[in-house]
Every structure is written in structure tokens, then in C-alpha cells.
């Protein structure tokens, strides 16, 4: 009896190890079978030459066809070209399965040689199931492309598959909306993006619009790469799934992202341009200084009739100030003998000026008043000369590019009559900005001794010459504007 249960035993053993082996090459001999099929037809690393390209008059780049991404991306705006994708950077999706032969590094078959307004752009390959993958892909309108994933389940099981976004976005900001705010994050990690991401770069941005069965991604970005993980979906024998996407590859304009937002229900979209900390203010500004720009066609006459505005509406507060101020022109020769009368007793100089000040009615903060208004106003507009596109494409006098500094300096103009130049660089425009503040607070500068406040202009100059041309204009025509309000004033006072 033992012996046959020596025997069975061993037959046990023997059948347990076959049935290891066969399941173990069966494995095998899958895994072999889809790596196969994957580099079948896999091209050199530095190859591209199949790549598609991207017929558009507003979105240059490719489609790599070898590593499945879209690279070399620009948007055109007018006549300014505007990289986000370049070198090595990057954008690409990617499927994720352990159930299922997923393309990786394949060539796929395609039905145009070009990406266009015209017709969709197809990619489809089929696996060694049976199994099809397919990319569908169009641009629906200005700067906006339409892109579909689907996969057909040709397997008898049920199967189990994601979607993966990759991007190398180099130097630009990534940023996704999360909760009705826009978050841009140098790095971190994030779950549940109800909304759109993306990057972007000063003045313009790819944006990622996943549809509504989409939502809910998990976001990752780290060492210039930006990861988003869509909720995995299962797929039934015989069935397919798809994930469709809006990716917007355009400028940051207004009034384009405004648009867009309506028509693509898109949360928050004009927010994507980044109007920095004092949004609450800047914004507001934006929105009107794009209003103007409607009518005039001219950012930088929009920017000086936005100006003139804000100065008239301050115009109360200047009045007061400038009135608290001609008082206390008035009152010098009394206070310069205050100050004779009690001089080393600063306690006594003091009251005897406060009194001073309460029997003539004058505030020695009042002159003060109009800059607790003009300091919340000249950031928000220096912000906006910053992140408009439209100071790229505008140009005013000798200057064709006002997002650019003054191309023209003393420099240049010394070197038509010598080669000695200055040890310094002065841009045309900063000189300019110098006379009209001269010209503005002459009466200050004039009776002034101290070699510092003589010498204050040149170093704004200098500090202003690398500054944008939009920006320094925009101080000249507030020098302008200060200047006729002086003499307005003073005709009403007297």
C-alpha cells in the first residue's frame, strides 16, 4: 500500500511542476508575442522623418509617429511665433493595461499625412488579439484641437485600461483648475482635477479639457514633467471605451479665452492668464483696457485713454492734494522761521508747526492722499503691460515690438559721431520719461541742493532703459497728464 502512495505522490509532484511550466510559457509566449508586435516596426530613436505635420495657420508642430506625441508646438499670433513645445519638450498620451497588448513604440496607420481643419486625423493599429486602438484627432476651430481616444476590446474577458498624459513642458508653469480657482504649482501632487490643466508660457498656454467622463485625474508634476493619471474604465468582451479631450494650443487673449469659455463651457478659462496679486484689481483694468482696444484697435492708445480715465476719476483727491500742497508752499517762510526761533528744540519746532498747521487749516498728510489711490493702481497696470500679447504684436513711433525695450539709446546715437560710448546704457524713451518728470516737479527740483535728488533722474533712466517699451510710455504719458492737471489747478485756485 505504501508503495502506491509512493507512487502517486510522485506522479502529483511531477503533474504539479508540468502544469507550473505550461502556465509560465504560456505567459512567456504572450509577453514575447506583444513585445514582438511593438518593435515589429519600431523606427531609430532619432528618427521623426514619418512624423505628421500640423497644417494650420495658427498651430505649428508635429506629430510624432514613432513615440506617439506631438512635439516642436508654437502658436502664431499675428506674426509672432510663440514656442511651448521645442527641443525635447514634449506632449504625449499613453495607455496603461496589464490586461490587454497596449501599443508602445509602433508605427500606426494613419489616413492623411497631415493634421488640418479639413478632415479628422485617424491613427488606429490592432494588436495581436485583435484588439484595435484608435486616435482621432481634428482642429474644430482657432487654436482648438479635438482629440479621441478609443479601444476596442476583441478579448473575451473583461478588461481593465487607462489613460496617462506625459509632458515635458521645459520651462513653462504648469497649472490646473481645481474648485473654481487656478493653482499653478512648481511641483506636487493633486487628486480629483475637476476641470481643465495645462501649461503655459507669458502670453500663451496649452490647455487640456477632458470631457465629463473624465474628470476626477490625479495630477503630478516634478522635474519639469507634468503627469495626469484619467480614471482607469473597464471594457466589456466585444465593447470599446473612449476618452475625449479639447486641447486649446493658442495665445492668452481675453477675449479668445472669454469665448471659449461660453462655447466650450470651460470653468474659469480667462483666468488663465495670470493677473498676478492684486487680480482683484487687475483684472477689472484688463477687462476695460480690452474693451477700449475693441474700438481703437491700438493697445497703446487703449492703455493712455484707460490712464486718462483713472486720472479724472481721481481727480477730486488730486485737487485736494494739490491745494493742502500750494498752502504749504505758503507757509514756508513762517515755518523756516520756526525753526530759527527755536533752533536745537525739536519738541519745540514741532508744536510750534502743528500749531502752525491747526490755525490755517492745513493736513501735512493731505498731499499724500492721491498716492494711497495711484501706488493699488500702478502695479495692477504695470501687471497688465506684462502679461498682455497684444504689447508683442503692437508697435508705436520707432518702436515695433512695446512688450520689448526701447531698441534706440544714447549709445547708439553717440556711436553715429564717435566710437566712445557711455559706460551706461540710456534707452531714448527712458530720457524722455526724465524731461517729463522734470517738467512735472520743476519747482521741486529747482530749489533743491542735495546732489542725490539732482542726480535721482539719471539713475532712473538708467535703472528704466531695460524696462518695456509699453511701460515706460505709460509713465511719460502719466508725467504728461500731471503735469496739464498742475496747470489746471493752478488756473482754478487763483
Keep these: 500500500m505504501k508503495k502506491y502512495l509512493f507512487y502517486i505522490n510522485i506522479f502529483l509532484f511531477f503533474g504539479l511542476i508540468w502544469s507550473f511550466y505550461n502556465k509560465y510559457n504560456a505567459s512567456t509566449k504572450n509577453k514575447v508575442n506583444c ?6 516596426s519600431k523606427l531609430p530613436d532619432h528618427y521623426i522623418g514619418n512624423g505628421l505635420a ?12 514613432q513615440h506617439n506625441r506631438f512635439i516642436d508646438l508654437s502658436v502664431k499670433y499675428y506674426d509672432k511665433n510663440y514656442d511651448l513645445l521645442k527641443n525635447k519638450s514634449f506632449l504625449k498620451f499613453i495607455w496603461k493595461s496589464n490586461d490587454i497588448c497596449i501599443p ?10 497631415t493634421l488640418s481643419k479639413d478632415k479628422p486625423l485617424i491613427l488606429s493599429w490592432k494588436n495581436k488579439d485583435g484588439s484595435i486602438f484608435i486616435q482621432s484627432m481634428q482642429i474644430i476651430d482657432d487654436y482648438m484641437i479635438k482629440v479621441e481616444y478609443s479601444v476596442f476590446n476583441a478579448l473575451d474577458k473583461v478588461v481593465n485600461i487607462g489613460l496617462w498624459l506625459s509632458a515635458d513642458i521645459a520651462n513653462n508653469t504648469p497649472l490646473y483648475h481645481q474648485n ?8 506636487g501632487d493633486m487628486r480629483n482635477i475637476d476641470s481643465w490643466f495645462g501649461f503655459e508660457s507669458t502670453y500663451a498656454g496649452l490647455f487640456i479639457i477632458p470631457d465629463h467622463n473624465s474628470i476626477n485625474n490625479s495630477y503630478h508634476f516634478s522635474n519639469k514633467t507634468m503627469k495626469i493619471n484619467t480614471v482607469n474604465k473597464q471594457i466589456n468582451p466585444k465593447e470599446s471605451v473612449s ?7 493658442g495665445p492668452k487673449k481675453l477675449s479668445l479665452l472669454k469665448q471659449y469659455s461660453n462655447k466650450y463651457g470651460i470653468s474659469n478659462f480667462d483666468n488663465a492668464i495670470d493677473y498676478g496679486f492684486m487680480s482683484f484689481i487687475t483684472k477689472p483694468l484688463f477687462i476695460v483696457l480690452s ?23 481721481l481727480l477730486p483727491f488730486s485737487y485736494k492734494s494739490h491745494i493742502s500742497m500750494v498752502k504749504m508752499q505758503k507757509l514756508q517762510p513762517q515755518l523756516d522761521r520756526i525753526k530759527e526761533m527755536y533752533k536745537g528744540d525739536n519738541v519745540a519746532i514741532q508744536q510750534a508747526i502743528l500749531t502752525l498747521y491747526k490755525k490755517e487749516s492745513i493736513n501735512p498728510l493731505g498731499g499724500c492722499l492721491p498716492l494711497l489711490f495711484q501706488i493699488p493702481l500702478f502695479i495692477p497696470l504695470y501687471t497688465i503691460v506684462s502679461i498682455s500679447i497684444d504689447t508683442t504684436t503692437s508697435g508705436f513711433l520707432w518702436i515695433k515690438d512695446l512688450s520689448a525695450s526701447d531698441p534706440y539709446s544714447l549709445n547708439a546715437l553717440m556711436q553715429c559721431f564717435t566710437s566712445k560710448t557711455l559706460p551706461f ?22 530749489n533743491q541742493k542735495d546732489n542725490f535728488i539732482l542726480i535721482f533722474p539719471l539713475i532712473l533712466a538708467i535703472m528704466l532703459s531695460g524696462y518695456s517699451s509699453a511701460f515706460i510710455l505709460y509713465m511719460i504719458w502719466s508725467n504728461i497728464l500731471s503735469y496739464l492737471q498742475t496747470i489746471l489747478f493752478d488756473k482754478l485756485i487763483k
Design 35 to 40: 513585445a514582438q508586435i511593438e518593435t515589429q
Design 54 to 65: 500640423i497644417s494650420d495657420s495658427r498651430i505649428n508642430g508635429k506629430i510624432d509617429l
Design 104 to 113: 508602445k513604440d509602433i508605427e500606426w496607420e494613419y489616413n492623411s499625412n
Design 180 to 187: 473654481g480657482k487656478i493653482i499653478r504649482s512648481k511641483s
Design 243 to 249: 476618452w475625449s479631450f479639447y486641447i486649446f494650443v
Design 291 to 313: 474693451y477700449i482696444m475693441n474700438i481703437c484697435g491700438s493697445f497703446i492708445i487703449s492703455l493712455f485713454l484707460l490712464t486718462l480715465v483713472m486720472k479724472i476719476i
Design 425 to 446: 546704457n540710456i534707452s531714448i524713451l527712458s530720457i524722455l520719461f526724465v524731461l517729463t518728470m522734470l517738467l512735472q516737479q520743476w519747482n521741486t527740483f529747482k
